[in-house]
């Protein structure tokens, strides 16, 4: 079955530290991998990807994630976390063998302390 | 790039009403869309997907009759709750591919609508 799981709900960072949002990933075929971020009462906003290539993915805003095939990991990083990072990230997993659907996972919000 | 504009934003309704909730794809043809439905602090969950022309297609454990899906352009999609009741009260997102757009693979979201239904 298809799953995605980010083990934390909450991740606290201090600004200006780096951070990590954890996400591991189950398919049965290759998977298209996918973060996003929710702000309060809003959609959804594309923040990177990993389809095939190069295993370090940068995306929008300074973030980047990399892919880990033997550990099925896709974390989420940044070098120097601003508050304005502050929101929700969710995973998300298309495995290609099973079409278009999503699996998102649970979320995380994260904080960033001035 | 591909935008997705959902209406309304917000909406309160009255128990046992039905609201209706559009999904368009602004400059771009969508042949399917998605819609989710997330809790306060969940994830995202798949309710069912839309296909233009034709009937959706609902995950399991969501009605069909309760939560109508209607599909009849390439840019428009709907939502219709029918007979609302309180527990209806949730954060729905719809999104829709694009595939002349690689930035996300094709896959753009709405900026959601929150139903309270009082």
């Known amino acids: 079955a298809q799953s995605v799981a980010q083990p934390e709900d909450q991740v606290n960072v201090a600004e200006g530290n780096p951070l990590t949002v954890k996400c591991t990933y189950s398919?049965?075929?290759?998977?298209?991998l996918f973060w996003y971020v929710q702000y309060p009462n809003r959609g959804l906003q594309f923040l990177l990807k990993?389809?095939?290539?190069?295993?370090l993915v940068k995306g929008s805003y300074g973030f980047e994630a990399e892919f880990n095939k033997s550990q099925t990991s896709f974390h989420l990083k940044k070098p120097s976390a601003l508050v304005s990072d502050s929101a929700l990230y969710f995973c998300?997993?298309?495995?290609?063998?099973?079409?278009?659907?999503?699996?998102f996972g649970t979320g995380t919000s994260l904080t960033v302390i001035p | 790039g591909a935008v997705v504009s959902q209406h309304p934003s917000w909406v309160i309704c009255k128990s046992g009403t039905s609201v209706k909730i559009e999904c368009r794809s602004l400059?771009?043809?969508?042949?399917?869309m998605f819609w989710y439905r997330q809790f306060p602090k969940q994830s995202l969950m798949l309710m069912a997907t839309?296909?233009?022309?034709?009937?959706?297609?609902?995950e399991q454990g969501v009605e069909k009759d309760k939560f109508l899906i209607n599909h009849a352009s390439l840019t428009l999609s709907t939502l219709t709750v029918t007979s609302a009741h309180p527990e209806d009260s949730s954060f729905y997102i719809c999104?829709?591919?694009?595939?002349?757009?690689?930035?996300?693979?094709?896959?753009?979201f709405g900026s959601g609508t929150r139903l309270t239904v009082v």
């Open positions: 998300a997993v298309r495995d290609t063998n099973t079409g278009n659907q999503f699996y």
């Open positions: 990993y389809i095939t290539g190069d295993n």
């Open positions: 839309s296909n233009e022309g034709s009937k959706a297609t609902y």
């Open positions: 398919v049965s075929g290759n998977p298209y």
């Open positions: 999104s829709a591919r694009d595939l002349g757009t690689a930035a996300n693979y094709g896959y753009t």
């Open positions: 400059d771009f043809q969508a042949t399917t």
